[in-house]
Structures are given as C-alpha cells and as structure tokens.
C-alpha cells in the first residue's frame, strides 16, 4: 500500500558552500523496495556530518542519497515487500544514509523504531544518530554492564548526553569530563555522578579518587574497555 503523491520537494544544493547554496527543488518521491520503508518527514535532524557534506568536505557513501539528512521523524506511508515490522500511519524515527531534508525519505526498517508516547516528532528526530552510535559503542562493541563505570569525554555533546541518560538507565555508574562549569551542571542534571572540568581538575586524580583506584563499593565489575583501538 502507498498514499504518498509522485512528487516531492526537497532541500537541495545549488553548489557546495555554506547554507545559502540549500534551495528547494522538485523530485520523484522514491518507492521502498525489500525491507524499506518510505516515511512522510514530520522532522529532520541537522547533523555536523551534514554541514561537512553540505561544504564537500565529506563524501557520500556509495549509493547514498544526494539529498543531505541522516535523522527523520515521521509517518510511515508505504512499505517495501519484505517490511514487516511497522504499519501504514506508524510513527517513526530513523536512521538514514541520507535523503532527510525532503518530504518523504526512504529508510531501512531495521534501523528505525517507534516514537514513544508523548514524544514529538522534533524531538524524536534528534535521537537516532547519538543514541545509536552511543548504544552499538558502548554497549554493542564495549559491552557496559550494570553496576560497571563508564567515562564520557565531553558530556555536553550530542552523544555525550545520549551515553549519560542511556548509561543510567541501565544501572552504570557514569564520570564525565567537560570544560566549563555550567556544562558540568548540565551533565549533573542528565544523571552523571560526577563531571570533571577537565581546564582546572587532574582527571586522572579526580577518576581515581571517585573509583578508589579503580574499584568503587558496590560496583565490583569496574573493567576497562577497548574501543577503536583505545582503551578507557
């Protein structure tokens, strides 16, 4: 079933540049073909990655949409032949290889998920790049546990505050690290035990006095993890 129209607009690029080179044009709207699904965008998310390719200063990935976006939230409207896990008029948010800034953009069922109840589309929009990378990092590839500590550098980051409030939901222990002091409140807000302004305190000090040395009472799984080749 599909109740998309046959055309769309789209925010495109005159040239590469900053954002005077965005103009709206007119395209087909693509059909989702296996395990796609073609969403109506209620809302996008602006990522740097976005700026970057904006300014050709990142390259598409082969076989990626022209079109900037790698966030949306929406409706979904039509469904490819194998898509089974939503329904026409669901409301979803996604992760996409681009095509974001249009009416309607493609996305792959697996990587995108209900919106929860309560949450608007604006705000569901601005989770699936940060969380998902903080959620295959940490605990995919890095495997964090309750009851284990995690260190985040710049917690006041996208997805320094993704790995703060998902780290506490799932019982970790959570040290941040930021440069100012209002940004180590705001950390501090979200959950973090403890942040660090890394301009004026010795992290080192400051870390491992908060986990005596590296074990802290009743967190007994204190382990340090090895992702991209560093450990932490």
Known sequence: MNSAPARMTVVGRSASGGPEVLVLEQRDVPMPSDNEILIKVAAAGMNHGDTLQRGASYPLPPGASDILGIEVAGEVVALGRDAKRFEMGDKVMSLVSGGGYAQYCLAHEAHTFPI???????????????????????????????????????????????????????????????????????????????????????????????????????????????LYGKKF
């Open 116 to 226: 929860p109840p309560g949450m608007g589309f604006e705000a569901a929009a601005s989770i699936p790049e940060a969380f998902m990378t903080v959620w295959h990092n940490v605990f995919e590839r890095g495997g964090l546990q309750s009851g284990e500590t995690l260190l985040v550098h710049g917690g006041s980051s996208g997805i320094g505050v993704s790995a703060i409030q998902i780290a506490k939901a799932f019982g970790a222990t959570v040290i941040v690290t930021a440069g100012t002091a209002e940004k180590c409140d705001f950390c501090i807000s979200l959950g973090a035990d403890i942040a660090i302004n890394y301009k004026i305190d010795d992290l080192v000090e400051k870390t491992r006095n908060y986990t005596k040395g590296g074990r802290r009472s009743g967190h007994p799984r204190y382990r340090r993890r090895r």
